[in-house]
T-cell receptor, first 114, second 116 residues
Framework: AQKITQTQPGMFVQEKEAVTLDCTYD???????LFWYKQPSSGEMIFLIY??????QNATEGRYSLNFQKARKSANLVISASQLGDSAMYFC???????????FGRGTSLIVHP | DTGVSQDPRHKITKRGQNVTFRCDPI?????LYWYRQTLGQGPEFLTY????????KSRLLSDRFSAERPKGSFSTLEIQRTEQGDSAMYLC??????????????FGPGTRLTVL
């Protein structure tokens, strides 16, 4: 079974600064996918970024990038130039080959202050 | 299409009553998922449909829970004889195949259930 660990219950960042949200994973499957989702206070989960285990380059989507370190089994999310609207819960998740069912971490609460 | 919708957004019920939630996925998505989320936790998988077929159910889904997707479009999740421990946010998601290793899931706003 796979496991996702997010060790930071809460993070604070100043507007326009960059922030890194940590995620480590555990699986014995060599083929897997890693995801980050954002959940604002409204409750709706929003997909941010995806990284496949065989992807050679780190994924990027606008201000979001995924720092994928396979040997360390980490998939940290980097948000550059933080905005007030980035304040939300952030969840790391993974799937393994043959199953589309993600396992989510417990999330990190990010607060961006002016 | 404006996204995944769920109805109702909030439901308060007394212990022992039955409740039913509805999810309308994005129309071209053939996969539909139900999750439960409690405070301070990430979503926990409950069940998953591909078209009208229910392909997988979590061990979390006791026999009081049942889900259907009769025509491969909308889905319903019913909880019979509700218990206080059923109080949670129930999330629905539909998916678009992203890669062999997972889908990009589009989530609805959730139904918050409170069992008194």
């Amino acid at each position: 079974a796979q496991k996702i660990t997010q060790t930071q219950p809460g993070m604070f960042v100043q507007e326009k600064e960059a922030v890194t949200l940590d995620c480590t994973y555990d699986t014995s499957d060599p083929s897997y996918g890693l995801f980050w989702y954002k959940q604002p206070s409204s409750g709706e989960m929003i997909f941010l970024i995806y990284q496949g285990s065989y992807d050679q380059q780190n994924a990027t989507e606008g201000r979001y990038s995924l720092n994928f370190q396979k040997a360390r089994k980490s998939a940290n999310l980097v948000i550059s130039a933080s905005q007030l609207g980035d304040s939300a819960m952030y969840f790391c998740a993974m799937t393994v080959e043959g199953s589309y069912i993600p396992t989510f971490g417990r999330g990190t609460s990010l607060i961006v202050h002016p | 299409d404006t996204g995944v919708s769920q109805d109702p957004r909030h439901k308060i019920t007394k212990r022992g009553q039955n409740v039913t939630f509805r999810c309308d996925p994005i129309s071209e998505h053939n996969r539909l998922y139900w999750y439960r989320q409690t405070l301070g936790q990430g979503p926990e998988f409950l069940t998953y449909f591909q078209n009208e077929a229910q392909l997988e159910k979590s061990r979390l889904l006791s026999d009081r829970f049942s889900a259907e997707r009769p025509k491969g479009s909308f889905s319903t999740l019913e909880i019979q004889r509700t218990e206080q421990g059923d109080s949670a946010m129930y999330l629905c998601a539909s998916s678009l195949l992203l890669a062999d290793l997972g889908d990009e899931q589009f989530f609805g706003p959730g139904t918050r259930l409170t069992v008194l």
